[in-house]
């Protein structure tokens, strides 16, 4: 790697260096499926999430609601989701179509395989002690 004269040495610098490299590795299995990692994460987080509102699913993703929505458009265009009126007329209920369920269908195995390549590059202990180091953040950062 070439190493950036301009690294100020900052914690959120590196780790937007890292998430861009990770997000490289997953969109070049997921290419196939036409859909972005950020895509699967959202339409997997959906999927788990039925019928949820826009508030609800950028809480668990960690984005802002307005960034969430402009996310969302392009899977709205794809037909993959639904945004309608939920139970409450203020917030949107969000859906996978039948073309979103089968888009996260063929998707699956690929995220796998990218998964797998990630665990081969750096080592299945690597991964998992990120992982844990990952989730001690986000949990220690949300408690704030």
């Known amino acids: 790697m070439t190493p950036n004269p301009g690294d100020p040495g900052c914690t959120c610098y590196r780790l937007r260096q890292t998430a861009r490299l990770v997000s490289r590795t997953y969109d070049r299995f997921l290419a196939p499926a036409d859909i972005s990692i950020g895509q699967f994460g959202m339409l997997s987080t959906l999927a788990a ?3 949820k509102s826009i508030s ?32 409450d007329k203020r917030a949107k209920s969000l859906r996978l179509t039948k073309a979103g369920e089968k888009a996260l269908s063929s998707a699956k195995p690929l995220w796998r395989a ?6 081969r590059q750096l080592g299945n202990a690597e991964v998992k002690s990120l992982t844990k180091t990952l989730d001690n953040v986000m949990d220690r950062l949300s408690a704030n």
């Open 49 to 51: 999430m039925e019928g």
């Open 56 to 87: 609800e699913l950028a809480d668990v993703l960690q984005m802002e609601r307005t960034t969430l929505t402009r996310n969302l458009s392009p899977l709205k265009k794809l037909r993959y989701i639904t945004i309608a009126e939920g139970q």
């Open 114 to 119: 990218a998964q797998q390549s990630l665990e």
